[in-house]
T-cell receptor, first 109, second 115 residues
Framework: KNEVEQSPQNLTAQEGEFITINCSYSVGISALHWLQQHPGGGIVSLFMLSSGKKKHGRLIATINIQEKHSSLHITASHPRDSAVYICAVSGEYGNKLVFGAGTILRVKS | DTEVTQTPKHLVMGMTNKKSLKCEQHMGHRAMYWYKQKAKKPPELMFVYSYEKLSINESVPSRFSPECPNSSLLNLHLHALQPEDSALYLC??????????????FGPGTRLTVL
């Protein structure tokens, strides 16, 4: 069993839909990261969180430390949101990220 | 300046060549990272430099040689690579608070092809 599990692996949505991507982890962490990668491109850090909830524009990330679970929500999805979304966790000092397999999101217009 | 830059964007090399990848950041970050990413896979950590010292080497073959000449610059020297080393090589940096590492900022990557 991987230390970081994401679901779904693939997700297709219609423009405007509310999207949720889930991440579960089995190890102790100092923080959880949500990353975005467009095809052929570099990685953008969306959120780093260790508790509660963060919001940036149409993106919301939540984490439940007790349940070892995090969700990434995208409101009013748009085709430009199409990308791979990766959940990663960092250990005690945060110098090593353990990555999930990623969720491939396609938003159709 | 809030970005990590990497050069070159693309690199094609033969198995006998020696080449270098370069990564630069001017955010004052004291940790820098090299990752390797194969197609449709998440990144794999290769090396971490903390305060210009190599702090993590994830058992990377010696044909990959990292160098951190100063706090803004990170190089990856390549020699006698194999075709299976073809991948996207990503650099990242993060601020450090004492011995703790903060959010990582990634560069756009170098797409390496080994013939």
């Amino acid at each position: 069993k991987n230390e970081v599990e994401q679901s779904p692996q693939n997700l297709t949505a219609q423009e405007g839909e509310f999207i949720t991507i889930n991440c579960s982890y089995s190890v102790g962490i100092s923080a959880l990261h949500w990353l975005q990668q467009h095809p052929g491109g570099g990685i953008v850090s969306l959120f780093m969180l260790s508790s509660g909830k963060k919001k940036h524009g149409r993106l919301i990330a939540t984490i439940n430390i007790q349940e070892k679970h995090s969700s990434l929500h995208i409101t009013a999805s748009h085709p430009r949101d199409s990308a791979v979304y990766i959940c990663a966790v960092s250990g005690e000092y945060g110098n090593k990220l353990v990555f999930g397999a990623g969720t491939i999101l396609r938003v159709k217009s | 300046d809030t970005e990590v830059t990497q050069t070159p964007k693309h690199l094609v090399m033969g198995m006998t060549n020696k080449k270098s990848l370069k990564c630069e950041q001017h955010m004052g970050h004291r940790a820098m990272y090299w990752y390797k990413q194969k197609a449709k896979k998440p990144p794999e950590l290769m090396f971490v430099y903390s305060y210009e010292k190599l702090s993590i080497n994830e058992s990377v073959p010696s044909r990959f040689s990292p160098e951190c000449p100063n706090s803004s610059l990170l190089n990856l020297h390549l020699h006698a690579l194999q075709p299976e080393d073809s991948a996207l090589y990503l650099c990242a940096s993060s601020q450090m608070t004492g011995i703790s590492y903060n959010e990582q900022f990634f560069g756009p990557g170098t797409r390496l092809t080994v013939l």
